[in-house]
């Protein structure tokens, strides 16, 4: 059987076939897209009226599954929601996803990187993607802050510590 791990007609970044001897560790982006994208706006056209900007709530959900051998895939969900005066605005629901290939990377080593580097590296479009969509929609684009994805993972880290129990004390 080969060792081909992907194939370069569906890997821009030269993840091709290993040789045999290249045991060294690669990662690379395979591609990007959006998985799921809804906007609504249910109180159009009174909405446009309010002079009033809306006050906006956004929410952000990170992802992350194995799809393959060496294939995961991360989704960056954002939800948003704008409200003036108790009357919805528009609400934003976007899954924006990629997919990440793995070689001769230790196993350890996959979920960091899925939960920090994946989404550092797919924000930029989801960002673009709702600022468009937003626009769209006949509003102001809303350009999303940047996220630091390795203080969110460390700050995770250390809550799901801190809430384990040590199990050497009974």
Do not use: C, W
């Amino acid at each position: 059987m080969a060792d081909e791990v992907f194939s370069p007609a569906i890997d821009p970044n030269g993840f091709g076939p290993g040789n045999g001897e290249d045991t060294a560790p690669a990662v690379g982006l395979i591609s990007q897209y959006v998985k799921d994208l809804s906007f609504e706006n249910p109180n159009a056209p009174g909405v446009y009226q309010n002079q009033t900007a809306p006050a906006i709530d956004v929410q952000f959900n990170i992802g992350a599954n194995q799809v393959g051998e060496e294939v995961h895939e991360v989704s960056l969900k954002v939800e948003i929601r704008a409200e003036t005066d108790g009357t919805v605005a528009f609400i934003v629901d976007l899954t924006y996803a990629g997919l990440f290939g793995f070689r001769n990377v230790p196993a350890e080593q996959i979920q960091p990187y899925l939960l920090t580097e994946g989404p550092r590296l797919i924000f930029p479009f989801a960002r673009r993607v709702v600022a468009d969509t937003i626009r769209d929609g006949g509003f102001p684009p809303l350009l999303l802050e940047p996220i630091d994805f390795n203080q969110l993972f460390l700050q995770q880290s250390q809550a799901q510590q801190a809430n384990v129990p040590d199990a050497g004390h009974a």
